[in-house]
Each structure stands twice: as structure tokens, then as C-alpha cells.
């Protein structure tokens, strides 16, 4: 798990204006490691987690883009049935929001593609300790069999 900066863009709903900002985006070899694009009415909201922020700043100010930054978690989803069921009860349990969440595909270090969740809560120091703490709750080791003694 690691925070992220997300850029959230409010985008014209017509054709083309997505692929125009990702195709400025590409040109600078800015790559996304998660991407939504929401309805909004007449605006389409983008929210994109750059793997370098900086550079996709500079992208949006130079096409005169408005943008808001915000820091979200980025949370690799294990393989399993309620690998994230289990991330948003913990969070639950800990009584931390999630404002909203997405999920996204992408490589992880050059080996086998894995899931990661974009995860904005109001809380992002406590939800760090939080999911830092393992996947689930620490089991308590239970006693073994008592010895039968003979009489």
C-alpha cells in the first residue's frame, strides 16, 4: 500500500476530449495507473492516478486544464474472493469513510499484472495504519489439548 496523488478533471462531455488530455499525457510518456471517468451531467469527472504527478501537472497546465490534487491510497487486492470486502471492513471498523473507491489493473514491478484499489477516506494517516497493520485481524493463537491424565 502506498498514497498516491489523484488529479481530478471536470471534462467537457463530448467527443474526443478524453482521448485529446490522454493522448497529451502519452506524448510525455506520463503513464496512468488507475483511471475513472465519471457522469456528471454536461462534465465528465476524471479522476487519474499518474505514475508521475509532476509531469502530469505540467500537462494539464500547459493545455490549460484545470485540475484538483488530492492523496488517495493505492491498495494491491490480493487474488482471493472478498480481498476488498475485507480492506472496507476493516476500514468500517475503525470508523474511517471512503469517500469513493475504484479498482484498476496494472503491472506490479515488471512481474504478473495485479488489482489495486484507489481508496480516498477522510482519514489518510489513520487509514494507512490501519491497512498497514496486515489484511486482517490478528488471530490469537489458541491453547493446545490439555493432556488426558490417567488416575
Same mark, same amino acid.
Given at each position: ?55 502530469? &501537472? $505540467? !500537462?494539464?497546465?500547459?493545455?490549460? /486544464? ?7 491510497? %493505492?491498495?494491491?487486492?490480493? #487474488? ?22 475504484y479498482c484498476a489493473q496494472t ?5 504478473? &499484472? $495485479? !488489482?489495486?484499489?484507489?481508496?480516498? /477516506? ?7 495504519? %490501519?491497512?498497514?497493520?496486515? #489484511? ?16
Amino acid at each position: 500500500m502506498r498514497t498516491s496523488k489523484q488529479l481530478s478533471v471536470a471534462l467537457a462531455n463530448k467527443p474526443g476530449r478524453l482521448a485529446t488530455l490522454l493522448s497529451a499525457l502519452g506524448k510525455e510518456k506520463v503513464s496512468c495507473v488507475a483511471l475513472s471517468v465519471m457522469d456528471a451531467g454536461e462534465r465528465g469527472i476524471l479522476r487519474l492516478v499518474p505514475d508521475d504527478y509532476a509531469a502530469a &501537472a $505540467g !500537462v494539464l497546465d500547459r493545455m490549460n /486544464v484545470r485540475f484538483d490534487a488530492t492523496d488517495v491510497l %493505492v491498495v494491491p487486492i490480493p #487474488a482471493q474472493n472478498g480481498a476488498l470486502t475485507k480492506i472496507c471492513e476493516r476500514l468500517a471498523g475503525e470508523h474511517l469513510n471512503i469517500d469513493y473507491i475504484y479498482c484498476a489493473q496494472t503491472p506490479q514491478n515488471g512481474h504478473k &499484472a $495485479g !488489482v489495486v484499489a484507489v481508496i480516498k /477516506v477522510n482519514d489518510l494517516v489513520k487509514a494507512q495504519r %490501519v491497512l498497514g497493520e496486515g #489484511a486482517a485481524p490478528a488471530r490469537r493463537k489458541l491453547p493446545g489439548r490439555r493432556p488426558v491424565h490417567a488416575r
